[in-house]
């Protein structure tokens, strides 16, 4: 895990970079009606807006706020640290999954109208059970494996 700023922010550009893309290629696919190969290259066009979002609000927002209810809960001290990694990434998706989906309806999914929060609602409902398996499954233990590789001396 990130010991000092310099070592968060790679941890956050990485994380952020597998969450989005899977999160973005996710939306195309129930946009489409299906999984296709256009989908990973179309991904690419929104990436580029939604990245800096997630970085911003999981480095100002919801990683400190995470980490806050974490420690709370557990003592890294006395309690075991899957239990400390799991209860980070599950806080961080509870929190991103509303933000960035409210991003995402703002930005692609036809903006301020009358239909906001019904669309936003829908679509944080359909993002959470993949952001929470993405994140559990894939994107935690991946990253957290790239993490490790790139400071292991440290």
């Known amino acids: 895990m990130p010991k000092n700023l310099f070592q968060e922010i790679v941890f956050t550009v990485i994380m952020v970079f597998v969450m989005v893309y899977a999160m973005i290629c996710y939306n195309i696919a129930l946009a489409c009606g299906g ?10 066009h929104e990436l580029p807006v939604m990245m ?71 679509t944080t409902i359909l993002n959470y059970p993949m952001a929470a398996f993405w994140q559990l499954l894939f994107a935690g233990p991946v990253v957290r494996r790239i993490f490790g590789l790139i400071f292991r001396n440290n």
């Open 52 to 122: 800096p979002i997630a970085f911003i609000l999981d480095m100002i927002f919801v990683g400190p706020l995470a980490k806050k209810i974490t420690f709370r809960l557990f003592n890294p001290q006395k309690d075991n640290p899957v239990f400390i990694v799991l209860s980070i990434s599950i806080c961080s998706v509870w929190f991103m999954c509303p933000l960035m989906s409210l991003a995402a309806t703002v930005l692609f999914k036809g903006g301020l109208n009358s239909n906001i929060i019904s669309v936003w609602l829908q």
């Open 35 to 44: 999984m296709n190969n256009a989908v990973f290259l179309n991904a690419f």
